[in-house]
């Protein structure tokens, strides 16, 4: 079962930040936070992970709670083609790792 | 590099038959995921492949099985289909200890009817 809770769906305006929430209240100390996305008709996308600093990359940003027990993707300038489903997974690094998919958040950007 | 890639890409399959789907990971990765998506769900685990033997497994029957080969290559098999099985099935790779970054095929949309 997957160890995170997403809202079913939202919306952003296009050129706006969109910050996607993920409660995870039962993360255990070695497990990391992830965030991949499906774009419609396509396999998921790897976007970003963080143990408990918050993490940037090309993509977006990842900000995790103190006590990391919730954390919020922010794509900062949302695009149309950033309309997506949005996973939020928690998980431990290691080699033997699968990804344990939820329904995710569904993001739509409107023009 | 042409990224991960499967076939065949829609597959139609009578219930009771057998089915091979192919995966072919991004070069220079040698682990192998596969992934069962019904429609309206999250991607499921079904088992991952690396040196040529399953190393984790998901909560699927037998019917389920696969394969890697020297090349790194995957099959998924499945026999004695049922309606349930119709799903997206997607394949994943990713290099040695770094199996959080996988990278997902466009998948096989197999119909069973």
């Known amino acids: 079962d997957a160890k995170t809770t997403q809202p079913t769906s939202m919306d952003c305006a296009e050129g706006r930040a969109a910050n996607l929430p993920c409660n995870h209240s039962?993360?255990?100390?070695?497990?990391?936070v992830y965030w991949y996305r499906q774009i419609h008709s396509q396999g998921p996308q790897y976007i970003i992970h963080?143990?408990?600093n918050n993490e940037t990359n090309e993509m977006a940003s990842l900000i995790i709670t103190e006590d990391r027990k919730s954390s919020t993707l922010i794509l900062p300038h949302a695009t149309l083609r950033d309309t997506a489903v949005y996973y939020c997974i928690v998980m431990e690094a290691g080699a033997n790792s699968k990804l344990t998919f939820g329904k995710g958040i569904t993001l739509s950007v409107r023009p | 590099d042409a990224g991960v890639t499967q076939s065949p890409t829609h597959l139609i399959k009578t219930r009771g038959q057998q089915v091979t789907l192919r995966c072919s990971p991004k070069s220079g990765h040698d682990t192998v995921s596969w992934y069962q998506q019904a429609l309206g769900q999250g991607p499921q685990f079904i088992f991952q492949?690396?040196?040529?033997?399953?190393?984790q497994r998901g909560n699927f029957p037998d019917r389920f099985s696969g394969h890697q080969f020297p090349n790194y290559s995957s099959e998924l098999n499945v026999n004695a289909l049922l309606l349930g099985d119709s799903a997206l099935y997607l394949c994943?790779?990713?290099?040695?200890?770094?199996?959080?970054?996988?990278?997902f095929g466009p998948g096989t949309r197999l119909t069973v009817t």
């Open positions: 963080g143990l408990k």
């Open positions: 039962t993360i255990s100390g070695n497990e990391y």
């Open positions: 994943a790779s990713s290099p040695t200890g770094v199996s959080y970054e996988q990278y």
């Open positions: 492949y690396y040196e040529e033997e399953e190393r």
